[in-house]
């Protein structure tokens, strides 16, 4: 019999309630730190709301000018987006409150995403194998890194592209766009969020080839069924139009294949760490230190 592999943990196993226990400060400590976030996002309100969240339907955003030069450059005015920002509207009493909070609890949910995302990994680490820590160095920054990325595309493309079309959208001539501050915000917010979510691609590859649900061979194998899905996330998170659309795509097809080229990488390294097991099997059957 092969002989088990050495755990990074001592020898005294958690039992079931401390395991939960434990579990429940990683939690509250993420909690407590998206709260700080979200009080100083709170705080400040203008910087959080003037210069982020209403920028992307002014003209003189970044990529409202940008696109726009690039237009102007291929002779092509479409790429002038957002010209006539729309007015924003709040038609509830306590609606600019409510929606201040819930702004500064998203606000902390990103900012804090690094941390919160160190200390569930702080969690798992210690279930894995010395041999297994060593190829997951780095976890928290590259996890970090993608959401980040994700967030920012999200933010300087997506965003901008889906304020322009809903918000210039017109059924008729005798219909104005007055858009309301919720629905605004919550564009906003879920194009960043799910943008953040879904570059958490490969991360999501290494770990479920790590549990043994998928492999390069299986995801080559529905590499044509991951473009449907892709398309279908595409047109979920941006508004129905085809430039939007072939934007986001291509960065996820990408990232697909950066998770094919992962789940290679951890087949490989697990078949070296199981013959290097057997060689020393082999070499030490008594199991003599």
């Known amino acids: 019999m092969m002989k088990s592999r050495k755990k990074a943990k001592d020898d005294n196993e958690m039992s079931f309630l401390e395991h939960l226990e434990e579990l429940r400060w990683h939690i509250v400590r ?6 700080l976030v979200a009080v100083v996002a709170f705080i400040y309100n203008d910087i959080i709301f003037d210069t982020i ?8 955003f970044f990529t409202n000018k940008l696109l726009c030069k690039l ?6 005015n479409a790429l002038c987006i957002n010209t006539r920002p729309f007015d924003i509207i709040n038609i509830r009493m306590a609606g600019q409150f409510t929606t201040h909070i819930a702004v500064s609890l998203i606000a902390g949910i ?8 160190w200390e569930f990994w702080k969690f798992f680490r210690p279930a894995l194998y010395s041999s297994e820590k060593k190829y997951t160095r780095g976890a928290v920054f590259f996890s970090s890194l993608l959401f980040i990325s994700g967030v920012l595309f999200g933010y300087y493309l997506i965003v901008p592209l889906s304020v322009n079309f809903l918000g210039s959208y017109n059924v008729s001539a005798e219909v104005s766009n007055q858009i309301n501050l919720r629905s605004y915000i919550g564009t906003v917010a879920s194009i960043t969020l799910a943008s953040g979510i879904i570059f ?8 479920l080839t790590k549990i043994g649900l998928v492999d390069p061979h299986f995801l080559k194998k529905y590499r044509r069924h991951s473009i449907i899905v892709i398309l279908a996330l595409s047109a979920i998170i941006t508004p129905p139009d085809i430039f939007s659309q072939v934007m986001v795509c291509f960065p996820l097809l990408f990232l697909y294949e950066i998770g094919i080229s992962i789940s290679r990488r951890v087949i490989k390294k697990d078949k070296e760490r199981l013959e290097a097991d057997w060689n020393e099997e082999q070499n030490n059957p008594e199991g003599k230190p």
């Open 71 to 76: 237009g102007q450059l291929v002779n092509v």
């Open 200 to 207: 958490q691609l490969p991360i999501l590859s290494f770990f």
């Open 110 to 117: 990103i900012l804090a995403f690094p941390y919160i995302f």
């Open 53 to 60: 969240i209403i920028a992307p339907k002014n003209p003189d």
């Open 30 to 35: 993420s909690v407590a730190a998206i709260f």
